[in-house]
């Protein structure tokens, strides 16, 4: 399996491609990944060096693939961050080139506009780039919920509400659908849900809260989600793999008390999980 990977990366830590190109690659999947941005460290330090490159730059780059002739074999395209609508305009052109080369390819948008706590974090013009291009345009999007909730215009309190916003999302265009760090009124305080949604219903995994505080998580569920479900072609199965490395990953993180995701100590969470948790259907 090839996927091209279109992200931001840093040289020292685990975020964007640092975070999801490894996981990926863990599994056997063979990625091509294009950096949006070359940064030393992920902007929650405060302070970083490097720069953001342009949408001209994923053009030249893909063109240097397609000059390759390999098109044809690659079976998907993942995206994270934009930092510009003329990046993300770049990401969908990338998406066009592959589709003509191999029309069963997907598109994985992750939907990176803000969190819950945080507000929106990215640049203007960025949340209705994504509303109205982005996420019409994937096969498969993987929202937080404060980015369901923007996308969507509905505020999701209940597991019922969620359902509502997720069959909206789905409405829109992308058929499979990841809600991560999912809270509503029956979520306990000790747990967090994930939620995802395809053809075949809606489906939910809880796990327990863990304590820790980590930039790029979620570029590694989006990147373990997408490579399970082109395999096995199931919501309800990927969401269960994808739910339970990030788990046992994290879990790893927090005993070792790490800044940083354990992305390469704990590697073998990728691939044998472990805790194991089932997906419940909604």
Request: aromatic fraction near 6%; charge should be negative.
């Amino acid at each position: 399996m090839n996927i091209l990977s279109i992200q931001s990366h840093v040289a020292y830590g685990h975020v964007g491609n640092a975070s999801a190109v490894f996981p990926m690659q863990r599994l056997g999947v063979d990625v091509w990944p294009i950096h949006t941005v070359q940064f030393s460290n992920h902007t929650g330090y405060g302070a970083w060096k490097g720069r953001v490159f342009d949408g001209g730059m994923i053009d030249e780059v893909m063109e240097g693939i397609a000059e390759r002739g390999v098109l044809p074999s690659c079976d998907g395209v993942l995206s994270g961050y934009m930092g510009s609508a003329d990046i993300g305009h770049a990401i969908l052109s990338a998406v066009e080139r592959v589709r003509a080369a191999n029309p069963k390819a997907m598109y994985c948008c992750d939907p990176v506009i803000g969190d819950v706590g945080r507000g929106v974090f990215v640049r203007p013009g960025i949340p209705e780039f994504m509303r109205e291009q982005a996420v019409p345009a994937a096969d498969i999007v993987t929202p937080n919920q404060f980015e369901l909730e923007l996308l969507t215009d509905i505020e999701v309190k209940t597991i019922s509400d969620a359902h509502r916003a997720v069959e909206t999302l789905r409405d829109a265009g992308p058929k499979v659908v990841l809600v991560t760090s999912l809270v509503t009124e029956e979520t306990p305080a000790e747990a967090i849900d994930m939620m995802a949604a395809d053809a075949q219903g809606a489906y939910r995994v809880r796990t327990p809260k863990l304590d820790v505080s980590v930039n790029g998580a979620g570029d590694a569920i989006a990147a373990l989600f997408f490579v399970h479900f082109l395999r096995d072609g199931s919501a309800a199965s990927a969401l269960a793999k994808a739910s339970s490395s990030v788990y046992g990953l994290l879990k790893r993180t927090k005993e070792e008390g790490s800044r940083e995701i354990l992305t390469v100590a704990a590697q073998d969470e990728f691939v044998t999980p472990s805790h194991r948790f089932e997906p419940e259907k909604l």
